[in-house]
């Protein structure tokens, strides 16, 4: 008998040939299925920007291990902050492989810097370098118009900080608002932002949409995290490049971004912001009275001094009969000295006017006696208020002996006769409702009739018995068909089997460990033989042993082939008479 083969080689011939792509694939869905989406804290490293192709690649690392990263084109526009060299940030995505390199990474989905700590950090590195390219400097920033006759507003339509600013504009002075509006906060605000500040610059004087004399930023206050969009540098460089004066007005007054720093002004609020865009109407109208007045004042002035120098000048002039007497040549001179006197007179007055210009009282001196005015006006006023309360004192003791209870009877009665009468038509009205309602349900309740709902029942318990006795029959069919295909395999099971073959008369030859005897060379002399019939076994013991080659008149046999036990031999055909 031939040896069994050694384990090593059993191992050995049943594992399983890979390629190495398919390998490789097999490594990547296992950690892609293995791990799903997962959040890994980690610092940036090897960033270098985008790719050519739009994607991103780096690496994040901590103190002890290190994985690559990827950021695909399409996710890439979604992100909330965008990667630098050294920043520690928590990433989402999927763990997965690189089976071109066979290594493990972690492709991005989500960027988020990791806690409040990071975001300071790069709050303070990106001041840091804002400053020392000078784009807080004062000297680079402009004056805000005294009264612009357009204000451009950046934020979003449907905030309260949109309706707080127009309220405080039609207050103040009404005056042309364009509004562009743009998200505050969220993934691509700031690109929104930026564009909208750009898009205003970019409008042409005198064209369909005026441009704007001023800008405004403004959002509502919120946390670091939500008025992060107003720190990224496109913001603060498209703020910087502005040429349309800007009021930076985001956040509350405790709330600080980089664009509060560039801006040319910084609001403490967005309705602060609109008050200092445009003045306000009734300021305007008392200062230009008052200005008007001072103007009035100083020109009557003026001229009432050049009418008294004219007055005198005319006093000093000889009178027509002495002039008729002088002779022509005196006369000459007396015109040339009356001109050359005329010409220094205007000269004089000239320069008194401007003396008396420069002599006008300054805006504090003309503060100083309304000022006076208003403290002796509060020492009166103590003294005319206690008067006053004595006053209302003494006329509230002469009432005070006119009132009684009576009155207020008398009134409480006409309210008693009020109320009946309002809870007489409230009663009234409740039964006009009442009776209303009730015909409209007797009218709804006439159209419902259980006609309809019984017979949709009844077509309902028709189709349920339909169904019962298609699934009886089904269940019968499939019964019978399973039947039938196992009376089948019973049938060729028993022609199939050896023990058919054994009930023709013919027997299986085993020897003394069970094997199958197939050849009479393979029997020696004595050997144990057990020799199975259609009915029993036998016993029996080799005593002689005739070989086909040394009997030619023997017939030769054809050994049986070898066959599990509790598998049956194919049935012969039923005219076939022997197994030769």
């Not at 100083?368 to 004595?390: F, K, M, V, Y």
Request: glycine residues 8%; positive net charge; contains cysteine.
């Amino acid at each position: 008998m031939a040896s069994p083969p050694s384990p090593t080689a059993n191992r050995a011939g049943n594992v399983v040939e890979f390629t190495v792509s398919e390998l490789s694939n097999a490594v990547k869905r296992a950690l892609e299925e293995g791990f799903g989406h997962v959040r890994l804290r980690g610092e940036v490293s090897g960033y270098r920007g985008p790719h050519a192709s739009g994607h991103c690649y780096f690496s994040l690392k901590d103190d002890k291990a290190k994985i690559d990263a990827v950021v695909w084109r399409s996710a890439w526009g979604r992100l909330k902050i965008k990667p630098e060299e050294g920043m520690e940030v928590i990433a989402t995505g999927k763990v997965s492989s690189f089976p071109g390199s066979s290594k493990y990474q972690i492709v991005i989905e989500s960027l988020e810097p990791a806690g409040l700590g990071a975001l300071m950090a790069q709050l303070e590195e990106r001041k840091r370098r804002f400053a020392a390219e000078g784009l807080f400097a004062e000297e680079r920033k402009q004056p805000l118009p005294f009264l612009p006759r357009v204000v451009g507003i950046v934020t979003s339509p449907t905030g309260a900080v949109i309706r707080d600013m127009l309220h405080g504009f039609r207050e103040r002075f009404p005056t042309r608002v364009v509004v562009w509006p743009v998200r505050v906060q969220g993934d691509g605000s700031a690109a929104e932002v930026a564009q909208a500040i750009r898009g205003f610059n970019a409008i042409a004087p005198g064209g369909a949409i005026p441009r704007p004399d001023v800008l405004i930023v403004a959002r509502g206050g919120g946390s670091l995290e939500d008025l992060w969009g107003f720190n990224d540098e496109m913001v603060v460089r498209a703020v910087a490049a502005s040429d349309i004066p800007v009021i930076s007005a985001v956040g509350h007054e405790t709330d600080w971004t980089l664009i509060d720093l560039v801006a040319d002004a910084r609001a403490p609020t967005p309705t602060k912001a609109a008050e200092w865009a445009v003045p306000k109407h009734s300021d305007l109208l008392d200062q230009t009275g008052k200005l008007g007045l001072r103007l009035t004042v100083a020109v009557r002035r003026v001229l009432e001094a050049l009418r008294r120098d004219l007055k005198s000048a005319e006093r000093g002039l000889p009178r027509a009969e002495d002039l008729a007497a002088l002779p022509r040549q005196r006369l000459d001179h007396i015109a040339h000295r009356l001109d050359g006197a005329l010409t220094a007179r205007v000269q004089r007055c000239h320069t008194r006017f401007f003396q008396v210009a420069g002599r006008l009282p300054s805006p504090r001196s003309l503060v100083i006696h309304p000022r006076q005015r208003i403290d002796a006006t509060g020492l009166r006023l103590g003294r005319a208020l206690s008067a006053n309360t004595q006053a209302h004192h003494t006329r509230h003791v002469r009432i005070a002996s006119r009132l009684h209870h009576r009155l207020l009877a008398v009134r409480v009665a006409r309210s008693a006769d009020r109320l009946d009468g309002l809870a007489q038509r409230a009663r009234e009205c409740l039964a006009k409702t009442a009776s209303v309602r009730r015909a409209r349900l007797e009218r709804a309740s006439g159209r419902l009739q259980p006609a309809p709902i019984r017979h949709r029942v009844e077509r309902c318990g028709e189709r349920l018995e339909a169904l019962a006795r298609r699934v009886q029959r089904a269940l019968a069919a499939g019964l019978a068909q399973r039947r039938h295909a196992l009376d089948g395999q019973a049938k060729l099971l028993g022609s199939l089997g050896y023990h058919s073959v054994l009930a023709r008369g013919f027997a299986l030859v085993r020897d003394a460990d069970g094997a199958t005897v197939r050849a009479a060379s393979a029997v020696s002399q004595g050997q144990a033989l057990e020799i199975e019939f259609a009915d029993g076994r036998v016993r029996a013991e080799a005593k002689s042993i005739a070989r086909a080659g040394r009997d030619p008149s023997a017939r030769p046999v054809r050994p049986l082939p070898e066959r599990d036990a509790d598998v049956p031999p194919k049935r012969p055909e039923k005219d076939q008479g022997s197994l030769f």
